[in-house]
């Protein structure tokens, strides 16, 4: 079975500044899907960021882009420019490609905290 | 809008009562899923449903049920044998195509007095 592992409970950044999540996988397959969510004080969960495994270049969405290192199995998670409202939790989740809507694997998440 | 509602908000029970979580979708998704998020552990897998009529047990299913019977909505049942009910509950829905992810509902929380 996949695992994720978010090894970092809390981070912290200072506004303006850029901060890296890390996740890695654990898996056997080579074709799949990898996906960061916000959870903010509202406890919504929202989609920031996914990634195709087969795509080299990696996804970008506005200040927040991602490294992935297939051969590594890493999937860090990269925020810059932070604003008071990235404060959150993130998780990190990961999607086989193999067969119909199987569920995402989550990890433990990263508690972020933004400082003014 | 479309969109996927979970209700109620807060839910407070007594010890020993079984209790119903609502999550209904309007967005024609085919699967839906419901996640336990408890401080530090993440969410954890329930129960899943990928069509009418069909579920699978997810990782923590002792002590839940679960039914399918419309599409657009999957009730989940909080039984007196769930040792640990206290939590906060996610429902999701997934379109087809796995590179979609979910659609989250705002999450119910659950607490057993």
């Known amino acids: 079975a996949q695992t994720v592992t978010q090894s970092q409970p809390e981070m912290s950044v200072q506004e303006a500044e850029t901060v890296t999540l890390s996740c890695t996988y654990d898996?056997?397959?080579?074709?799949?899907?990898l996906f960061w969510y916000k959870q903010p004080p509202s406890r919504q969960m929202i989609l920031v960021i996914r990634?195709?495994?087969?795509?080299?270049q990696n996804a970008t969405e506005n200040r927040f882009s991602v490294n992935f290192q297939k051969a590594a199995k890493s999937f860090s998670l990269k925020i810059s420019d932070s604003q008071l409202g990235d404060a959150a939790m993130y998780f990190c989740?990961?999607?086989?490609?193999?067969?119909?809507?199987?569920?995402?694997?989550f990890g433990k998440g990263t508690r972020l905290s933004v400082i003014a | 809008d479309g969109g996927i509602t979970q209700s109620p908000k807060y839910l407070f029970r007594k010890e020993g009562q079984n209790v119903t979580l609502s999550c209904e979708q309007n967005?024609?998704?085919?699967?839906m899923y419901w996640y336990r998020q408890d401080p530090g552990q993440g969410l954890r897998l329930i129960y899943y449903?990928?069509?009418?009529?069909?579920?699978q047990k997810g990782d923590i299913a002792e002590g839940y049920s679960v039914s399918r019977e419309k599409k657009e909505s999957f009730p989940l049942t909080v039984t007196s044998a769930q040792k640990n009910p206290t939590a906060f509950y996610l429902c999701?829905?997934?379109?087809?195509?796995?590179?979609?992810?979910?659609?989250f509902g705002s999450g119910t929380r659950l607490t057993v007095v």
């Open positions: 990634q195709e495994a087969y795509k080299q």
């Open positions: 989740a990961y999607r086989t490609m193999n067969s119909g809507n199987t569920p995402l694997v």
């Open positions: 967005l024609n998704h085919d699967a």
């Open positions: 898996t056997s397959e080579s074709d799949y899907y």
């Open positions: 449903s990928q069509i009418v009529n069909d579920f």
């Open positions: 999701a829905s997934s379109k087809p195509g796995r590179l979609y992810g979910y659609t």
